[in-house]
C-alpha cells in the first residue's frame, strides 16, 4: 500500500514543490501536525479534563483549557519557525565512492531568528541548526556515495518541532543537488598501451611538466609539489625553488579500458586509480574508453575529466 | 529524536524550580518527610549532572519506592483515598527525577508537574491559589522550551519569555473554552479530600459545639439580594431543626428526613436571593423562610429544611425565593407534630414545675410565649459565649442558676419549658445575620454567625419563630456576635491575627471588603461556573439556546482568536507584495499568454519597450500601463490601485482573448 | 537648461564619431562629481574625448602625460626660489585645471599615483605645509593602457575605488570610421567648438543630481545587486558600500541627463557596466581582469522589480 503510493506522493511533491536550488517555505509547502510528544501531551490533558469533570473542579477545567490553548498557539509558533525560512543549494564537491558526498544547504532568514530547524533525510539523524535573525546557517549535510555516476539525494526533509516539541512542522524540498560519484580507486597492475594506431617515434619534444626529464629550477608557485622542492637551495637562501621536469611526448600513457580485465566496475576502478596516480606524479596521460577518447594531457583539470567519463560510464549515451 | 541522552542544563535548572513551585501549594497536606525526600532527590539529580554521583540502580530505586509507600501508609494510613494519592503522585513526581536520563523521562516528568497542579487544586481553589498555578505551570513549558535541541535553549531567560508569552497568548483562547466548553456531571464519583467541611454546623447540638462555632471565621455562605438587603435582624437562616432531646443534647429526629414538603401557602412579598455555600460536608442548604428553589438544587423536608441528595463537597451556588410572611402548617393536626412535644422522661423537674405554673396562668400559647420571653428579658440572664459548665439537670441549672450562656442554651430551655407546657416547638438551627459588603450587595455569613432560635406551632397559625437571645442581648441580633461581646473578649480572641478582629480600622476593613468582594466574585463566576450556572449566563447571552449554536460561537470565535493571534506573530502584511507589484505581477501574467516574458533582469520600461514591438498593435496600452506603474513605483506619484487596474483592464481588453499559451 | 545638455552630447559626439553610449556616460560621470578612468589602446579617441569635454563645458583643460619618471612635484607643482623677488614662488602643476587628463596613469610609480588620486579625493593639494585648494568643478579623466604590461604599476583596487567609472572606448563602428577618414581631421575641430555651459550652469547641474528622485523600491534593486556580489559564491569580494553610493549617484546623473527626475531600474542598469566593472572580481579567478561576465550575471540574475 505503501509502495503504491509512493510514486503517487512524489508526483503531489514535485508539483506542489517543485525542485529549485533556492526555496522558500511558505503555506503550501510546509505540514504540520502534532508529534508524539503532542499526543501523548494530548491523552494528558484528556485525564485533566476528566478531573475537572469528575471533581467540578473550574480550576482544573481552566489549566486544561490553558494548555489545550497553548497547544494551538504553539501551532502558531511552530510554523512561524519555519515559514519564511529559505534553503539554498550550495556547492559539493566530487567524491570517490565509498566516501560520504556532501551537500552544503543554506538557510538563510530574511526576518526573524529560527530555532532549532532540523534537515536531513530520514531514517538518518537530522542535522539541528539555528538560523540569526536576518542572517543564514550553512549545514554540511552527507550521504554515503555507494554508487558511481551523479548522486542525486531524495527529497530533503526540513523541520522544526520548537518551542515546545509537541507538533512538528516539516516539509519535503528538492534542492537540485547533485553530487558527482567516481568509481572507488582499486590498486592493480596496469597493461600500458602507449599511444593510439601507429607509433612514429619521431623526436621528442619537451612538454609541459612531467617526471622524465630533468629541465632546471623554477620559483615555487603555490600548487606545486612539495615532493619537488629544492631544499638545498632552499638552505643556501635561494628562496623556495622548484625542480622542473618535463615530460616527453610521444611516449605519451594510454589508459585503456579494453586491455584490462574484469568486470566494467573493476576495470573503471582500477582506470580511477591508475588516473590518480598519474596526475600525482605529473605524468601526462589519455583515457580511451568505449565511444569516448581523452586525449593525453595532464593536471588537475584532465584528471577531473577523466574522472568523470569514469563516473558517467554507460550512464547515459 | 526527543529519546536522544542528556538534558541541557537550563531544561534541569528550570526543571527544578518548576518542581519546587509545584509542589509548594501541597506542602499544607503533605507529610513534612516529603520535603526531605524532594531535597534528597534533587540534591542526588543535581550531583548526577555534575557527575559526581550515579543514576540509583534498580535496588535503590526499589528500596525508596517501599519506602515512600511506607511513609504514605504510616502517615496517612492508607494507600487509597484522595489524600494518599496525591502524597504518592508528588512522591512519583520526585522520585522519578532520579530516574530522569533522557529528555522522554523530562517530558514525563513535565506531564506529571502539569497533573501535581491539578491536583492541588482539588485542596485550595481560591483565587490566590489559582493565580500562583500560573507560575508552576509557565516553569514546567520553560522547561518543556529548554529541551528544545536550539542555542535558544542555552541561556536562562529566553526560554522563560517565551513560555510566559506562550501562556499570554493562550489566555484569550482559554477564558473562550472556559465560557463555552459545555460542562457535565461527574462520570463517577471520586473521593473528596478529607479535611474539607470540618466546621459548620452538625445534625446534632450540645450548647458547647455552637460556642466552638463562634470561635471560627471561616466563611459558611455568602447571599447576594436582587433587591436591597432586609435588615440584620430579620436573617434568620434555616438550616436543620432539631426535634428530639435526650435531656442533654438536642438532635435531628428521624421524621424531619421525610422528603415530603409540608403544607404552607404563600403569603406577603418574597425575597430573591442567591446563595454560595462553602462546602459543608452536610446535605443541607441555607434559605430564609421559607424558601423556594429549583428542583434539581434540592427538596424540601418535613420541617422546611431542604436538603440535597448529595453532600455539599464543593462550592454551591443556588437561587432561593424565599416568603418571610408565609404560612406554615396552619392545618388542625400537621403529620408529626407529636415530634415537636417530646420531652425526656424524667430530670428537669423545676423547669417543668415552672412550665405547668405558666401554663395555668396563660392558656393560650401566645400569651405564654410572650410571658418567657419577657422573662428572659426580665430575670438577669447575661450572653456569654463562656458559661459556667451545668449540672445533670441542664434546663434547671440554666434557668435558674447559672443564667449565663448563650443562644443554643435560650433556645433549647425555651423549647423544653414550652414543650413542657404543652406546645408543640422545636430549635432551629442555622445562621443568623451576617455582614453586608456594601460594594457588592451581598450579605458573607460565617461560621461564628451559628445561631439557634425556636419555632413554636400553633394550630390555625401554624409555625412561628420566636428568639429568645434577641431578650437577652438584642445586639446579638442586630449587630451581631461582636457587638453582644464586648465586654467579654471572647470574640475570635484565639485568632489575633484574623482582620475580622480588626473591624475597626476603617482601611483594613475597606481593604478586606474589597478582597471579600473579589472572592465573592470568583466563587461565583469561577468556581460556581458549572452546568446550570453556564446554561444560564448562555441563555442571557443568547436568548434561546442550543448547543449547535454554541459550538458554532465557540469555532467561529475561536478561529478569529486564533487568526489574529496568527496576524500578531507572523505579520503577513511585512511581506504582501504591495499593491503595484501585484497589478504588475498580474500585467506580467497577462503579457505572458501572448508569449512576452520579462526575464529577472529586465526592467519595467525595457520590457514595455520589447512588449510593444511584439505587440504592436496594443503599444499604446502596453505604455500608458508601463507609465502608470513607473510614475507610482519610482517617480513618488500617488500610488493609486484603480489607476493600475484600469490601465490593466484596458490593455486585457485590446487584447485578443486566451487562456494560456 | 537640459537641453543644453543635449547640445553638449551632440557637440561631442561630432568630434568623437560613434561614441554616443561613452560620451553620454562620460558626462554623467561628470555631472555626478566623479573621476572618470579610460581604459583602452592608444589612438582611440581618449585625448579628443577629454579635451572635446572640456570645451563644451567650458573647463580648463590639462593633460599630464604620466611616465616612470614622473614626480609627484611635477604634478602638483613646485615652489621656485625667484631672484627678483627673493622668495619661494609657488608655480601651480598641471593639477590646477578644472579639466586634467592623467594620460597612462599606470606608467608612474604608485607614489605618483598616489599624489594623482590623493588629490583627486581631497579636493585639494598640500605642498610644503600649504594647503592649495583645486579648482571647482575639479574632475580628472585616468587612462591606462591594458595591453602593454611591461614596466607598468597596475592600479590596486584601493585606488580604482575612487573612480566613479572606468569606461572603455573601444574600436569605432565602420560607419564611424568611415567617417572619420572621410572627414576633417578631428583635432581640427577642437579650437572650433564653443563653450555650450557656463561654471554656474553647471553647478546648477551638478547639484541637482542628488534630488533626483529614487523611491524605494528602486534602492531595493540597488540593494538587491550589492547583496548579490556579496552572497554569491562567483564573486571573489562584494561591493563596498563607497560602491553602492557611487552606484546610485551615478544611476541619478544618468536619470537627469535623460530628462527624468527619477530613477528607474534601467538607469542602474545603464551605469552598472561601468560604475561596479573595476570593483568587481570572479573568485576562480582573483588576479584577472575586469568583472565584464559578472556584470551581465547581474543584470541578468537579479530581479529588477
Not at chain 2, 436591597?228 to 429526629?253: C, K, M, N
Request: glycine letters at 8%; proline letters at 6%; hydrophobic letters at 45%.
Amino acid at each position: 500500500m505503501r509502495a503504491a503510493l509512493k510514486p503517487l506522493w512524489r508526483r503531489w511533491l514535485a508539483k506542489r514543490i517543485p525542485p529549485a536550488a533556492s526555496v522558500r517555505l511558505n503555506q503550501r509547502r510546509i505540514f504540520i501536525l502534532p508529534s508524539r510528544v503532542g499526543a501523548v501531551f494530548a491523552v494528558a490533558l484528556l485525564l485533566m479534563l476528566l478531573v475537572g469533570i469528575n471533581y467540578q473542579n473550574s480550576l482544573a477545567y481552566g489549566l486544561t483549557f490553558l494548555l489545550v490553548s497553548v497547544f494551538v498557539v504553539t501551532i502558531l509558533h511552530t510554523y512561524r519557525n519555519l515559514a519564511g525560512l529559505v534553503l539554498k543549494a550550495g556547492g559539493g564537491g566530487a567524491v570517490f565512492v565509498g566516501e560520504h558526498a556532501r551537500f552544503r544547504v543554506r538557510l538563510e532568514s530574511p526576518e526573524r531568528e529560527r530555532q532549532a530547524v532540523a534537515l536531513g533525510w530520514p531514517p538518518s539523524d537530522l542535522v539541528v541548526r539555528d538560523v540569526p535573525r536576518q542572517g543564514q546557517t550553512e549545514v554540511d549535510l552527507s550521504q554515503p556515495a555507494v554508487r558511481r555516476g551523479w548522486l542525486r539525494p531524495e527529497r530533503l526533509r526540513v523541520e522544526s518541532r520548537f518551542p515546545l516539541g509537541l507538533l512538528v512542522a516539516w516539509s519535503w524540498v528538492d534542492l537540485d543537488q547533485a553530487v558527482l560519484v567516481y568509481p572507488r580507486p582499486l590498486e592493480g597492475e596496469l597493461p600500458l598501451s602507449a599511444g593510439l594506431g601507429d607509433e612514429e617515434e619521431e623526436g621528442m619534444r619537451a612538454r609541459g611538466q612531467g617526471a622524465d626529464d630533468f629541465q632546471g629550477l623554477r620559483e615555487y608557485q603555490p600548487g606545486d609539489s612539495k615532493r619537488r622542492l629544492d631544499w638545498k637551495a632552499y638552505s643556501r637562501g635561494q628562496g623556495l625553488l622548484v625542480k622542473d621536469f618535463a615530460m616527453l611526448s610521444g611516449r605519451d600513457l594510454w589508459l585503456d579500458f579494453d586491455s584490462l580485465g574484469g568486470d566494467s566496475e573493476q576495470r573503471l576502478s582500477l582506470l580511477c586509480h591508475w588516473v590518480l596516480q598519474f596526475t600525482e606524479r605529473q605524468q601526462a596521460f589519455g583515457l580511451q574508453l568505449p565511444g569516448q577518447v581523452i586525449a593525453p594531457d595532464y593536471g588537475e583539470g584532465h584528471r577531473d575529466a577523466c574522472l568523470r567519463a569514469l563516473a558517467l560510464f554507460g550512464a547515459r549515451a | 529524536m526527543s529519546s536522544l541522552p542528556g538534558i541541557p542544563r537550563i531544561a534541569l535548572t528550570w526543571l527544578l524550580v518548576a518542581q519546587v513551585l509545584v509542589i509548594v501549594p501541597h506542602l499544607v497536606h503533605l507529610p513534612l518527610w516529603m520535603i526531605a525526600l524532594w531535597l534528597g532527590a534533587a540534591g542526588w539529580r543535581v550531583q548526577i549532572f555534575r557527575m559526581r554521583a550515579r543514576y540509583p540502580n534498580g535496588w535503590a530505586k526499589g528500596g525508596l519506592v517501599l519506602l515512600v509507600l511506607a511513609g504514605i501508609l504510616l502517615s496517612r494510613g492508607t494507600l487509597v483515598g484522595l489524600d494518599a494519592a496525591s502524597v504518592l503522585l508528588i512522591a512519583t513526581f520526585t522520585l522519578k527525577l532520579l530516574e530522569m536520563r533522557t529528555r522522554r523521562d523530562a517530558l514525563v516528568l513535565i506531564f506529571l508537574g502539569f497533573f501535581c497542579v491539578v491536583t492541588a487544586y482539588l485542596f485550595e481553589d481560591g483565587i490566590l491559589a489559582a493565580l500562583y498555578s500560573l507560575l508552576p505551570v509557565t516553569a514546567l513549558l520553560t522547561a518543556l522550551v529548554g529541551l528544545q535541541h536550539s542555542g535558544f535553549a542555552e541561556r536562562p531567560w529566553p526560554p522563560l519569555r517565551l513560555a510566559g508569552g506562550l501562556v499570554l497568548q493562550a489566555v484569550p483562547l482559554m477564558l473562550l473554552l472556559f465560557v463555552f466548553f459545555p460542562r457535565m456531571g461527574p462520570l463517577w464519583s471520586l473521593p473528596l479530600p478529607n479535611d474539607k467541611g470540618v466546621t459548620g454546623l452538625s445534625d446534632s447540638m450540645e450548647p458547647a459545639d455552637i460556642a466552638e462555632l463562634s470561635r471560627s471565621s471561616a466563611l459558611a455562605f455568602r447571599a447576594s439580594f436582587e433587591s436591597e438587603v432586609p435588615p440584620r435582624g430579620q436573617l434568620y437562616w434555616r438550616a436543620l431543626t432539631l426535634e428530639r432531646f435526650d435531656g442533654r443534647r438536642w438532635s435531628q429526629s428521624g421524621y424531619a428526613d421525610v422528603p415530603v414538603a409540608p403544607q404552607w401557602s404563600k403569603a406577603g412579598a418574597p425575597l430573591d436571593y442567591n446563595i454560595i455555600m462553602q462546602p459543608s460536608g452536610k446535605r443541607w442548604l441555607y434559605a430564609l423562610d421559607v424558601g423556594e428553589m429549583a428542583q434539581d438544587s434540592g427538596r424540601m423536608m418535613n420541617d422546611f429544611r431542604w436538603q440535597r441528595l448529595r453532600p455539599v463537597d464543593r462550592p454551591l451556588l443556588y437561587q432561593v425565593r424565599s416568603w418571610p410572611e408565609a404560612v406554615r402548617q396552619a392545618q388542625a393536626e400537621p403529620p408529626g407534630i407529636r415530634q415537636a412535644l417530646q420531652l425526656p422522661q424524667q430530670g428537669d423537674p423545676r423547669s417543668r414545675a415552672w412550665a405547668a405554673e405558666l401554663k395555668a396562668q396563660y392558656p393560650q400559647s401566645d400569651a405564654l410565649v410572650a410571658a418567657v420571653l419577657q422573662h428572659f428579658n426580665r430575670e438577669p440572664y447575661v450572653y456569654t459565649l463562656r458559661p459556667q459548665p451545668l449540672g445533670s439537670d441542664s434546663v434547671d441549672d440554666f434557668l435558674f442558676n447559672t443564667r449565663r450562656g448563650f443562644c443554643a442554651h435560650y433556645a433549647g430551655a425555651m423549647t423544653f419549658v414550652l414543650r413542657a407546657a404543652g406546645i408543640p416547638a422545636r430549635v432551629v438551627a442555622g445562621y443568623q445575620g451576617g455582614e453586608l459588603n456594601p460594594s457588592g450587595n451581598y450579605i458573607q455569613v460565617r461560621q461564628f454567625d451559628a445561631h439557634a432560635w425556636v419555632e413554636y406551632w400553633q394550630p390555625g397559625q401554624g409555625w412561628r419563630s420566636v428568639d429568645p437571645t434577641f431578650q437577652v442581648a438584642p445586639e446579638r441580633i442586630e449587630q451581631g456576635l461582636e457587638e453582644a461581646l464586648t465586654e467579654e473578649d471572647g470574640f475570635l480572641d484565639d485568632q489575633p491575627f484574623s482582620p475580622l478582629r480588626y473591624r475597626e480600622l476603617a482601611w483594613l476593613n475597606q481593604l478586606r471588603m474589597s478582597w471579600e468582594n473579589l472572592n465573592y466574585g470568583w466563587q461565583r463566576w469561577v468556581l460556581g461556573y458549572q452546568g446550570e450556572q453556564q446554561l444560564k449566563l448562555l441563555q442571557n447571552w443568547f436568548g434561546s439556546f442550543d448547543w449547535q449554536r454554541l459550538a458554532l460561537v465557540l469555532v467561529g470565535t475561536g478561529a478569529l482568536l486564533i487568526g489574529l493571534l496568527a496576524l500578531c506573530l507572523l505579520k503577513p502584511w511585512q511581506q504582501r507584495p504591495d499593491p503595484q507589484r501585484q497589478a504588475f505581477r498580474k500585467y506580467e501574467r497577462l503579457l505572458a499568454r501572448h508569449d512576452v516574458r520579462r526575464e529577472a533582469g529586465e526592467g519595467a520600461r525595457s520590457f514595455a519597450l520589447r512588449a510593444a514591438q511584439q505587440l504592436p498593435e496594443q503599444a499604446a496600452q502596453i505604455e500608458t500601463f508601463a507609465r502608470c506603474f513607473e510614475q507610482q513605483r519610482y517617480a513618488g506619484g500617488p500610488a493609486s490601485r484603480d489607476a493600475l487596474r484600469k490601465a490593466l483592464s484596458d490593455l486585457r481588453s485590446a487584447l485578443p482573448w486566451r487562456l494560456s499559451r | 537648461m537640459r537641453t543644453k545638455l543635449d547640445t553638449c552630447l551632440d557637440s561631442v559626439n561630432q568630434v568623437l564619431l560613434g561614441k554616443e553610449a561613452q560620451v553620454r556616460l562620460a558626462l554623467t560621470c561628470l555631472l555626478a562629481r566623479g573621476h572618470l578612468l579610460i581604459e583602452d589602446l592608444p589612438g582611440m579617441g581618449k585625448t579628443t574625448l577629454s579635451h572635446a569635454l572640456a570645451r563644451v563645458l567650458g573647463l580648463s583643460f590639462q593633460r599630464i602625460q604620466f611616465t616612470s619618471d614622473l614626480l609627484p612635484g611635477d604634478i602638483l607643482g613646485t615652489s621656485v626660489f625667484d631672484k627678483d623677488s627673493g622668495q619661494f614662488v609657488f608655480h601651480p602643476g598641471p593639477i590646477f585645471a578644472e579639466l586634467v587628463l592623467a594620460d597612462e596613469i599606470n606608467r608612474a610609480t604608485p607614489k605618483s599615483q598616489s599624489a594623482l588620486l590623493e588629490a583627486m579625493e581631497e579636493g585639494q593639494v598640500t605642498i610644503e605645509g600649504a594647503t592649495r585648494p583645486l579648482p571647482e568643478p575639479f574632475f580628472v579623466i585616468a587612462t591606462q593602457n591594458p595591453v602593454s604590461s611591461g614596466g607598468t604599476f597596475a592600479l590596486p583596487e584601493s585606488q580604482l575605488d575612487r573612480f566613479l567609472m572606468r569606461l572603455s572606448l573601444g574600436y569605432p563602428a565602420q560607419a564611424a570610421e568611415r567617417a572619420l577618414l572621410l572627414g576633417d581631421a578631428r583635432r581640427d575641430l577642437l579650437p572650433r567648438m564653443e563653450s555650450i555651459l557656463d561654471h554656474a550652469e553647471l553647478a546648477r547641474l551638478q547639484a541637482q543630481v542628488p534630488k533626483v528622485r529614487a523611491s524605494d523600491a528602486l534602492i531595493d534593486y540597488v540593494l538587491r545587486l550589492v547583496e548579490a556580489t556579496r552572497s554569491q559564491p562567483q564573486f571573489a569580494w562584494g561591493l563596498s558600500p563607497r560602491a553602492s553610493l557611487a552606484l546610485l549617484a551615478a544611476a541619478r546623473a544618468w536619470a537627469l541627463l535623460a530628462e527624468r527626475d527619477y530613477v528607474i531600474p534601467e538607469d542602474v542598469q545603464a551605469v552598472l557596466p561601468s560604475v561596479v566593472g573595476h570593483r568587481l572580481r570572479e573568485r576562480a579567478d582573483p588576479t584577472g581582469h575586469g568583472g565584464g561576465s559578472l556584470v551581465q550575471w547581474l543584470l541578468r540574475e537579479v530581479p529588477a522589480l
